[in-house]
């Protein structure tokens, strides 16, 4: 593993998958071409998707983020306290902006860690963790870039020290269910004795609330969607008619998940001229690009004794509008 030191205290090294991954290309075939068509939520965040994703945190629609802000702000201490963490690991930490309020619980209780976040998206983590360095003096960065789908027993952990794995954000919630507990069952094995995973999640509720949030009135959420298309195109040498697909986001109450899709407003043929192919869609077809999973506490509780990991500490939001629970093998 090459790792690059791109300053005293931030480094950043690239996590292998444990096997090879599907490729974009081999993604994308599989996907447009079944029925529904689909494509993997991961492919949204190339630098404008990451982007975009920060200023949806920012709509007033978009609840998730402030409310899992205000309880870790409101708990951030306690969390470290129970944690202890010499590591704390993030999973998708992005723009680690929320994760702020653990580092300053750390300051406040003069308890230093080192910090590791991993996220697919290089520049965006880059630039998180020169700025966290240049913030707290007394931290040290090391990022770690891949996807984490490709497993975690590659992620460079020390042997020694308590370990925090951090998962905010209700990232859990854009894996289908098995994928969720396989992901947990990941988590648990970078676990040991006293070890704890920190984990933010999004709990069901009205309707008109949960669609509100993945379809503001300002149109953020709908380019975030789009962005995808952008990302094939650019990547794929396709030529989607970015502006001619719908936005949608709907709420399945069964199946406790937003699904966003994109709909085609006309009948077009699309060519994916590095995959050297071409695919007919239908006036109206759409293309899944996101489950949202949203928990209650029984679900959630559930999910995590599925994975051998038990709840230590439950903070949940006003009315049950987001959790966030601390959580141990069990
Ligand atoms: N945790 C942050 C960001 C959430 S957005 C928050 O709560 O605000 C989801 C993040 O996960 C993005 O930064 C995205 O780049 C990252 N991500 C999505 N799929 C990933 C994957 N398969 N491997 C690694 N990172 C991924
Ligand atoms: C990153 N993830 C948890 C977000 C979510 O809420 O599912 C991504 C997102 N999609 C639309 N808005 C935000």
Redesign the pocket.
Known sequence: MAITQTGARLSSSEVAPEQPLASLADDVRTGLLSRPRWL???Y??DDR??AL??AI?ATPEYY??RT?AALLEAHGQEIIEHAAPDHML??????????RHLLDACDALDKSCQYWP????AQ??LDAGAQLVADYDWLAVHALI?????GLTNVPLPEDGRRLI??????LG?FEPGEARAMLEQIAGLMRGDDQLLL?VDRVKDTATLEAAYDDAEGVTADFNRNVLRVLNRELEADFPVDDYRHRALFDRDKARIEMRLGADHAHRVTLATLGTAIDIDAGEEIVTEFSHKFTPDTLAALLESAGLAMDRHFEAEGGAYSLVLARRA
């Not at 993030?90 to 994760?99: A, C, D, M, N, V």
Request: net charge negative.
């Open positions: 993997s939520p991961k949204f965040y998707g990451s994703f920060e945190c998730p983020s899992e993030e999973l998708g930490s992005g723009s680690s902006r929320k994760t991993f996220d697919v998206s965006m983590m891949g996807d984490y789908t490709g951090v998962f905010l954000g209700g990232t854009n933010g």
